[in-house]
Each structure stands twice: as C-alpha cells, then as structure tokens.
C-alpha cells in the first residue's frame, strides 16, 4: 500500500489529496476491504493541516495496527485470515536465516531436488548427452570443465538431476556435489551447500570468523579433500544466472586442478550463454531439440506417469507441433490433458 501511494507522490511530498489516496488504495485493492465512511473518516483523521492533503505515510501505519482503525467486516475478516496462516507458517517453517546460514536444511533440499529430477527423467531422452557427460569427467579427459548449454525448458535441469543421480550410485565417482540455484538463492547459498558437503569444518570456519563462504572456502575445502582423501571430485551445478559466478566457479575448480596433479575436480554446470565459453577451457555440450522418436517417449512416460490413455495418432499429432522439440513443452501439455481426461471423449 505504501509503495503504491508513493508511486502517485511524484512530487516526494508525503502528502496527497484525498481523490489521489483513494486512486492508488484502489490500485492496490484495499478499497473492497473498506467502506466509503472509513475510507473518509481515515482520511481526515490523517489530514493535519486540514487543507485535504493526507500524510499517508502515518495513515499506512495506522492500517497495521488493526486496534487504530475499524476496519469493515470483510477487512477483519481478512486481517484474522492472515494472522491464523502467518501463525501456521511460522509454527512449521524455522524463522529465515541469512544467506549461507542454513547448510544441513539446504544439503537435505538438494537430495530432494535430486530425487524428483531423476524420477521424470525418461529413458532415450538425451540418452546420448548422459553417456557424453559420463566420458567428459573421466580422469583422463583433458577438460575438466564441462557447460551444458540449451533454451529454457529444453531439458538441462533434468538432465544434469539424473545425471548426479547417476554420479552419486556411481563410487567411481568419488565426492559428488550438487546444488540447483532457485530463485531465491544466492551466490553465497550455493557456495555453502559445495563447501558444507564436501569439508563441513571449512563451513563452521567461516561461521566462526563471521567471512563469507565463496570461492575462497570452496579451495581451502577442495584442498583439504584432497589432502584426506583418494576419491576425485565432481561439482553439478545447475541455474546459475549470470556469467560471474560461472567463471569464478570455473576458476576455482581449474586452480584447485592446476595445483592437484593426482586429484582433479570435474565441473558439470548448465548455461544459457554456451557460446562465449572459452573452448580452450571448457567443454561445451548444447541440449538440441528433441527428435521425434524422442518426443514420442517422452510423451508416452510423462502419459504413463499421469495414468492418461492417448490414441496413438494423438501421440503423433502432439509429437508434431511446432513446440515439441521442447520438453517442457510436451510435460506441460500432457500434464494439462491429464487435468481434463475426464472430458475428453474418444
């Protein structure tokens, strides 16, 4: 509510008329939760020079104090509503910690993550990446860096999901690492889900001496894996949304090889920018569109899945659209075809 009245106070006043107060108040919806006798009478209590310039800033403030103002039915209704889910939400969820300040929870929601990616991933679906990324971490592969490039919704959450599924069931693997950046993470969350997975001391570290967990942790943790144990490493990192942290990510891992001889650390991570990597350094895998044989498995598991029975010329009809080549695309329709089965006829 207060940033819509400061949106109309171009002026930066921190007063507005009251036809401008009821405008953004209705902007903003609040004037469905109060009655025009309110709205009146809460304007003239906060109009102090009574010359119909409102301070809204102190009539904002009275609106969270629900003692200050009566509110109609509806709005205390409302009020009630949100103050019982906010108890809810607050008896079930721990309160929010600072950035990197939760490692265990966050390790747990990676395996979750993990987990749900590995069970929609579709056998014969970039089956041919999956064996490309297996042979690029081998110890033997001059490139230690490998990019998964590809559009939105072409498949690189789930694959690089499966394919640390993969990694994990595989000990050949040694220590592996994964983190999937949603949208609410930040740098500093992903690099201390790597550090608290692979060296948890490096993490109590920094929480000790009250630094930041970056890319520094992550090479003193590197180090001391190396140092205490025989196992490589590979880091799978998927969502990362700018070029800087990928290339410090990078930098990390080829110094940390550039120093290891024996034990090297393999980056997987996926990109949207595949071609401004230095090929030099990174090796790049671009995630093309589905073939049709392809998008007709893909359809017939996401189907399977939902319990949905398709014709098999409706399965080639979908497989066909100009969008298939997407699997996001094709779970989206599918999963909206489940949605109306039952009004679907033959």
Same mark, same amino acid.
């Given at each position: 509510?207060?940033?819509a009245?400061k949106a109309?106070?171009v002026?930066?006043?921190g007063t507005?008329t009251?036809?401008?107060v009821r405008e953004?108040?209705?902007?903003?919806?609040?004037d469905t939760?109060i009655?025009?006798?309110?709205?009146?009478?809460?304007?003239s209590?906060h109009?102090?020079e009574?010359?119909?310039?409102?301070?809204?800033?102190?009539?904002?403030q009275s609106l969270?104090?629900?003692g200050?103002?009566?509110l109609g039915?509806?709005a205390?209704?409302?009020i009630?509503?949100?103050a019982?889910?906010?108890t809810?939400i607050?008896?079930c969820?721990?309160e929010?910690?600072?950035?990197?300040?939760?490692?265990e929870?966050e390790?747990?929601d990676?395996?979750?993550?993990?987990?749900? +990616?590995?069970?929609?991933?579709?056998a014969?679906?970039?089956?041919? +990446?999956q064996?490309?990324?297996?042979e690029s971490i081998?110890?033997?592969?001059?490139?230690?860096?490998i990019?998964?490039g590809?559009d939105r919704g072409?498949?690189?959450?789930t694959?690089?999901?499966?394919?640390?599924?993969?990694?994990?069931?595989?000990?050949?693997?040694g220590?592996?690492?994964?983190?999937?950046m949603?949208?609410?993470h930040?740098?500093?969350?992903?690099?201390t889900?790597l550090v608290?997975q692979?060296?948890?001391s490096?993490?109590?570290?920094?929480?000790?001496t009250?630094?930041a967990?970056g890319g520094d942790?992550?090479?003193?943790?590197?180090?001391q894996?190396?140092?205490?144990?025989?196992?490589d490493?590979?880091i799978?990192?998927d969502?990362?949304r700018?070029?800087?942290t990928e290339?410090?990510?990078?930098?990390?891992?080829?110094?940390h090889?550039?120093e290891?001889?024996?034990?090297r650390?393999s980056?997987?991570?996926?990109?949207l920018?595949?071609e401004?990597k230095d090929?030099r350094?990174?090796?790049?895998h671009s995630? +093309?569109?589905?073939?049709?044989?392809?998008?007709?498995?893909?359809?017939?598991?996401h189907?399977?899945?939902k319990?949905l029975? +398709?014709?098999h010329?409706a399965?080639q009809?979908?497989?066909?659209?100009?969008g298939a080549?997407?699997?996001k695309y094709?779970?989206?329709a599918v999963?909206?075809?489940a949605r109306?089965?039952d009004?679907?006829t033959e």
């Amino acid at each position: 509510v207060l940033t819509a009245l400061k949106a109309v106070d171009v002026e930066s006043k921190g007063t507005l008329t009251k036809p401008k107060v009821r405008e953004a108040l209705a902007a903003v919806k609040l004037d469905t939760l109060i009655t025009d006798e309110e709205l009146s009478k809460l304007c003239s209590a906060h109009d102090q020079e009574r010359k119909g310039h409102v301070d809204y800033a102190s009539l904002v403030q009275s609106l969270q104090s629900v003692g200050t103002v009566r509110l109609g039915d509806l709005a205390a209704f409302g009020i009630k509503a949100y103050a019982c889910v906010w108890t809810i939400i607050d008896a079930c969820f721990p309160e929010l910690a600072p950035p990197g300040g939760r490692p265990e929870q966050e390790i747990n929601d990676q395996e979750v993550v993990v987990d749900i +990616l590995a069970s929609s991933h579709c056998a014969g679906v970039h089956s041919h +990446l999956q064996r490309l990324l297996g042979e690029s971490i081998l110890p033997s592969q001059p490139l230690a860096v490998i990019a998964v490039g590809g559009d939105r919704g072409s498949g690189k959450s789930t694959l690089l999901g499966s394919f640390a599924r993969r990694c994990m069931s595989t000990p050949s693997c040694g220590a592996v690492l994964y983190f999937c950046m949603e949208a609410w993470h930040g740098v500093e969350d992903m690099f201390t889900c790597l550090v608290a997975q692979l060296d948890y001391s490096v993490f109590r570290h920094s929480q000790t001496t009250g630094t930041a967990v970056g890319g520094d942790a992550l090479a003193k943790a590197l180090n001391q894996h190396a140092s205490s144990s025989e196992d490589d490493c590979v880091i799978i990192v998927d969502g990362m949304r700018d070029s800087r942290t990928e290339n410090m990510l990078i930098g990390v891992v080829q110094s940390h090889n550039a120093e290891q001889m024996r034990k090297r650390c393999s980056l997987v991570f996926s990109t949207l920018s595949i071609e401004v990597k230095d090929t030099r350094s990174v090796l790049a895998h671009s995630l +093309l569109p589905l073939m049709p044989t392809e998008r007709v498995q893909l359809i017939k598991a996401h189907c399977a899945r939902k319990n949905l029975h +398709l014709h098999h010329l409706a399965i080639q009809e979908l497989a066909s659209k100009k969008g298939a080549g997407n699997p996001k695309y094709l779970t989206t329709a599918v999963a909206f075809l489940a949605r109306l089965e039952d009004s679907l006829t033959e």
